[in-house]
């Protein structure tokens, strides 16, 4: 994956050079006392059962939900399916072995080119940081659950929205980007210490008014979730993601 190029509005397979300017991943590479850098394009995950880990991601079903590889887009996709029937139907993915703790002095960046295949009445989606201690359910009834979390989720099954958590108390949200079905967008973060958090779509940086005061300062790992309040299922794909601690 090509790292460098100028990108800004881009939806391409590419990292977005601008959330990561600094925090060049080839450098990590080549010396890891830079820090830590992953990058999963998804190329060897295959269906995966409730509380299994393949590849270093865990996954936690609740109900009726499903992660499969989707066979026919090239590079390796994975398909979060949320089932229908039931409120909070689906399943979260936690990356394990690569806890993240936001300390004075690091930099913390995380990105995902992700689309809604389907948009449906309950897709509730999250891509980000969690609590690396809490293998609950990341989203139920439109409203995030862990205590510390930092990313993007679907308040209302359309608009993915940014914001930070720390000890149960969410900061204020920023609407970030209004998804369209089976169009992929790529959504990033940036924190920068313990201070404050910036936010990219598409390589275009975006305000938010996250502050210190909700940026996590626990443990925390990767996620991805998908889930479908109500009786419309949900599916959301996931091209790759990348996380770079600096």
Not at 91 to 102: R, V
Not at 126 to 142: E, K, N, P, Q, Y
Not at 193 to 204: H, K, L
Request: aromatic fraction near 8%.
């Amino acid at each position: 994956m090509a790292f460098g190029t100028y990108d800004q509005g881009s939806s391409d397979r590419g990292l977005s050079t601008k959330l990561w300017l600094g925090c060049n991943p080839d450098v990590i590479r080549n010396d890891p006392r830079h820090g830590m850098f992953v990058l999963d394009d998804f190329t060897n995950v295959t269906a995966l059962t409730a509380d299994a880990t393949e590849n270093g991601w865990k996954f936690i079903e609740t109900t009726a939900g499903r992660v499969v590889e989707v066979d026919d887009e090239d590079y390796g996709v994975i398909a979060i399916g949320g089932g229908d029937g039931t409120d909070n139907n689906g399943q979260a993915m936690y990356k394990s072995g690569a806890t993240i703790t936001p300390a004075a002095g690091t930099t913390i960046v995380v990105e995902a080119r992700v689309k809604a295949n389907t948009i449906t009445a309950g897709l509730q989606a999250f891509i980000g940081l969690v609590d690396a201690t809490d293998d609950t359910a990341i989203m139920a009834s439109g409203a995030t659950t862990p205590t510390d979390l930092v990313g993007f989720y679907t308040p209302d099954n359309t608009v993915l929205t940014f914001v930070g958590e720390q000890g149960g108390t969410a900061g204020t949200i920023t609407a970030a980007h209004t998804l369209a079905e089976d169009t992929y967008v790529k959504v990033g973060f940036r924190i920068n210490g313990t201070d404050d958090a910036d936010v990219y779509v598409n390589g275009s940086k975006i305000d938010n008014n996250l502050v210190a005061a909700d940026i996590p300062d626990s443990t925390l790992r990767l996620a991805i979730a998908n889930y479908s309040e109500g009786t419309d299922a949900s599916l959301l794909s996931v091209d790759w993601v990348a996380v770079g601690v600096f």
